[in-house]
Nanobody, 117 residues
Framework: QVQLVQSGGGLVQAGGSLRLSCAAS????????IGWYRQAPGKERELVAS???????NYIESAKGRFIISRDNAKNTVYLQMNSLKAEDTAVYYC???????????WGQGTQVTVSS
């Protein structure tokens, strides 16, 4: 079974930075498509950033120029670097991994990101 362990959340002031990590065990992320999602209270979960096995990245419009998704194959870990954080970025962030060998995605446990003014 694939296990995803997230870390790196916390409280920062607006304009600050955080780096979220999603470490996988049970399978390699090298062949996976990975997404970072977030969900604020009362709102739908939304895709913030994604990266394919080939390294192609995509970002939600509000994250462009501020967030960077990356993968370290040696550590089997995916990161979301978040810069110039805004209060509107406050949410629980989740990583999701899609592997071609499995018929369902795998989700991390979620981590709280709170941006204060």
């Amino acid at each position: 079974q694939v296990q995803l362990v997230q870390s790196g959340g916390g409280l920062v002031q607006a304009g600050g930075s955080l780096r979220l990590s999603c470490a996988a065990s049970g399978s390699t992320l090298r062949i996976a498509t990975i997404g970072w999602y977030r969900q604020a209270p009362g709102k739908e979960r939304e895709l913030v950033a994604s990266i394919t096995s080939g390294g192609r990245t995509n970002y939600i419009e509000s994250a462009k120029g501020r967030f960077i998704i990356s993968r370290d194959n040696a550590k089997n870990t995916v990161y979301l670097q978040m810069n110039s954080l805004k209060a509107e970025d406050t949410a629980v962030y989740y990583c999701k991994v899609d592997l071609p060998i499995f018929g369902r995605p795998f989700w991390g446990q979620g981590t709280q990101v709170t941006v204060s003014s």
